[in-house]
């Protein structure tokens, strides 16, 4: 009986403890993005068009231009943007096919077997997942033949245990924009 | 560190298939490592014109080898903790007695909030997506919602929470 309690009494304490390190953590968080509405508005245009003067923004928050000048090195000293890009098209550069791997492997050479995709030139993305596969990778390469090289040069890893092959089909659809800053910042 | 985004995505290179010459190369390469760069500036690295940059950028934009330019978030920042592959199976029965293939779950996929990308897949599954969650009960609030979609059958869900940038630069084709 004792036993009991002393075990439902540590369950409690432990879920209280979670609770409230949980709130501690929205709290941080909340700390860390403090981004208002000129902001989120900066983030937006951006994303659809790293280009867009900030003149136009300004004039759309009916700010100075100056302020959005400052708001945008305010995001990216935060770390809250790491820069901008352009987006290319991998089949302008002869690269037709894209692909996706789940790898089953052994749980005590996961990060053996990610140094070695990271050295492989096809290779783009990788990284250790939870659920159904140990390790996601993507690949951009050449054509079906390559990608099969490619899956053949994973297999042979001692390591990998099993490996899928997706090959993703002509009409990738990107939002980048489908996150929901609001909810994040203050307005 | 337990992930990898190789540098070189792709190798900026001439193909039969772009004809690009050392301008265009620089104009891309350039861009794509800070796309608010100034045609002037870069018009002054090459000793050319800024009409020319202009000019070139506006072509590179029409063929399709530049598809846009965009902002790469830190989704940390954001507090976005996670990022998860749905791999999704599609019943073929169902979806084609209520008139409902891959394509239009493709599209509610696509508008479904963080989603970033989504794709029809050829091998193992349909449809694969890849979204961007806060914590774990968002992502089972994820996962719950592309369930309801009708049409799909199955679902697998691989996740990883060691993100450092967010940019659909590595998924573009």
């Given at each position: 009986m004792g036993k009991d309690v002393f075990e439902q009494s540590c369950a409690l304490v432990g879920l209280y403890i979670e609770s409230t390190t949980n709130l501690s953590r929205q709290k941080d968080q909340e700390m860390g993005t403090k981004l208002d509405i000129v902001d989120l508005t900066v983030i937006r245009a951006l994303q659809k068009d790293a280009r867009t003067s900030f003149a136009a923004i300004a004039k759309s928050c009916d700010v100075s231009v100056d302020t959005i000048s400052k708001r945008y090195k305010k995001i990216e000293n935060a770390g809250i943007a790491r820069g901008t890009t352009v987006l290319l098209n991998p089949k302008s550069f002869g690269c037709d096919c894209v692909a996706s791997f789940g790898i089953r492997a052994d749980f005590s050479h996961i990060e053996e077997i990610i140094q070695f995709l990271k050295k492989?030139?096809?290779?783009?993305f990788s990284t250790q997942t939870m659920g159904r596969h140990s390790i996601f990778a993507v690949a951009i390469v050449k054509n079906v033949t390559k990608l099969s090289q490619v899956k053949e040069i994973i297999k042979g890893h001692p390591m990998v245990r099993e490996i899928t092959t997706s090959i993703w089909v002509n009409d990738i659809l990107l939002c980048p924009e489908n996150f929901d800053l609001q909810t994040n910042g203050e307005k | 560190m337990t992930y990898s985004f190789a540098p070189r995505i792709l190798t900026y290179r001439q193909t039969e298939k772009n004809s690009l010459d050392n301008i265009d190369l620089y104009i891309i390469e350039t861009l794509s490592k800070d796309a608010r760069t100034s045609f002037r500036q870069i018009s002054k690295e090459l000793n050319v014109s800024p009409d020319t940059i202009i000019e070139r950028y506006n072509a590179l934009q029409e063929k399709g080898i530049i598809r846009g330019s965009t902002i790469i978030l830190n989704p940390k920042e954001i507090g976005y903790n996670a990022m998860a592959v749905f791999m999704i199976d599609v019943s073929p029965v169902e979806g084609s007695r209520q008139g409902l293939d891959s394509s239009s779950i493709l599209e509610t996929l696509i508008k479904m909030r963080n989603i970033i990308v989504a794709t029809k897949t050829v091998g193992d599954h349909d449809l694969l997506a890849i979204g961007v969650v806060k914590n774990f009960q968002h992502l089972f609030a994820v996962r719950n919602e592309i369930v309801a979609?009708?049409?799909?059958?199955d679902m697998e869900v691989s996740f990883w929470s060691e993100i450092t940038e967010l940019s659909p630069k590595y998924f573009v084709i």
């Open positions: 492989m030139p096809d290779i783009v | 979609i009708p049409g799909v059958k």
